[in-house]
């Protein structure tokens, strides 16, 4: 009984910080697809949706499912010039500082193998957890290209807990017009079995009534907007909670140091309940505690 629900417990933690993706790819592969100019080209085609949407800021979210991978990514133009974007997020041991302020992420820390920089994360769950209860996945973090005009980065883990693989973040930027930033964030994985099976009991259990961005009805007056549920819930609703994250660490680097972690956590959680129906998990005062116990933690390699 007590394995089971270990497993239980597991399963639902893992579940409901999946990372998502359309096919495992190469590095080499994704260098091909993605540049400047492509960037640029999406910008010029999504203008209509980064300057009316739902989000109240210019930003577009997209998921896509198949029978053994998901997609979730975020295009946005952020009020931070390139030179900043590329600085901050151009270095392993700052996006720590960056994936710690999501509420499942329980611990990180940037060191060195014989491959290059490497991520040590330990996935969790909404509450303050020993890092003995967390399961860990290693990234491998790969910069593709940092020049005047474009930057792209990977971070990439070919082994996740039951049975996820071949994982991929990817990040990529280009300077725009006043100052701002355009940004491309995405996350890729491939599950088999387990994975599916994990998924559909945390669909089945606490995530039953969850719901994420896509309007899958047109809103008018008298009727409010549904929302998509299922696996594509669960991409959105992650995907939209790493940019945030990405967003109040951009928006802090100009402050004290000695207050940064916690005008990060106070700003993301914030921005979260700007989209309380996918967003809202537990109270701010819950979430501080937890994050500054988790903050001190990760000052220390394990």
């Known amino acids: 009984m007590l394995l089971k629900t270990r497993i239980f417990r597991v399963i639902l933690c893992i579940s409901s910080v999946l990372f998502s993706c359309t096919q495992a790819f190469s590095a080499e592969s994704t260098t091909l697809k993605y540049n400047a100019e492509t960037l640029s080209e999406k910008h010029t085609e999504l203008t209509k949706q980064l300057n009316s949407n739902q989000f109240n800021r210019p930003l577009y979210l997209n998921s896509e499912e198949s029978s053994d991978n998901l997609k979730g990514e975020i295009y946005a133009v952020v009020n931070h010039p390139f030179a900043k974007v590329n600085t901050a997020l151009n270095n392993p041991a700052h996006w720590c500082d960056v994936l710690i302020l999501h509420i499942n992420i329980k611990y990180c820390q940037a060191s060195s193998n014989k491959n290059g920089a490497v991520l040590n994360v330990n996935l969790g769950k909404k509450y303050d957890q020993s890092l003995e209860d967390t399961s860990r996945v290693e990234f491998n973090y790969r910069e593709i290209v940092s020049s005047a005009d474009y930057f792209a980065i990977q971070l990439n883990a070919e082994k996740g807990p039951l049975g996820t693989s071949n994982y991929r973040i990817w990040i990529e930027s280009i300077p725009l017009k006043n100052g701002q930033t355009f940004l491309h964030f995405t996350y890729t994985y491939s599950f088999g079995l387990t994975g599916r099976v994990a998924m ?91 994050k500054r116990k988790e903050y001190k933690r990760q000052q220390t390699a394990l």
């Open 200 to 290: 559909k009991t945390y669909l089945a259990t606490i995530g039953r009534d969850k719901v994420g961005f896509t309007r899958t009805n047109k809103q008018v007056d008298s009727n409010p907007p549904d929302y998509i549920q299922g696996v594509r819930g669960v991409v959105e609703r992650n995907t939209m909670r790493y940019y945030l994250a990405i967003d109040a660490y951009l928006a802090t680097l100009n402050i004290a140091s000695d207050s940064m972690p916690e005008k990060r956590f106070q700003l993301w959680y914030t921005s979260n309940e700007n989209y309380p129906r996918q967003l809202h998990e537990v109270e701010q005062a819950e979430y501080m505690a937890m």
